[in-house]
């Protein structure tokens, strides 16, 4: 890939937004932790807030991507 971008929520936020406790721990057991795809990436966007928060965050790293 060219670039990496990782979209990241702190684990109480994914668990109230995911619903299900059970079905969130067996999926985030499967995947590689949360540090190690921050090391992984070019951008880090957090996405604790609200959806335009997260909308704007991307926004700007579509910006910085498009320049040349």
Request: aromatic share 8%.
């Amino acid at each position: 890939f060219d670039t990496v971008v990782v979209v990241k929520a702190d684990p109480e936020v994914c668990r109230r937004r995911f619903g299900n406790e059970r079905q969130y721990t067996k999926r985030m057991q499967r995947q590689i932790s949360t540090e190690e795809k921050e090391k992984r990436a070019d951008f880090v966007l957090s996405n604790n807030g609200s959806l335009e928060e997260l909308f704007h965050a991307t926004e700007a790293v579509a910006r910085l991507l498009s320049t040349p």
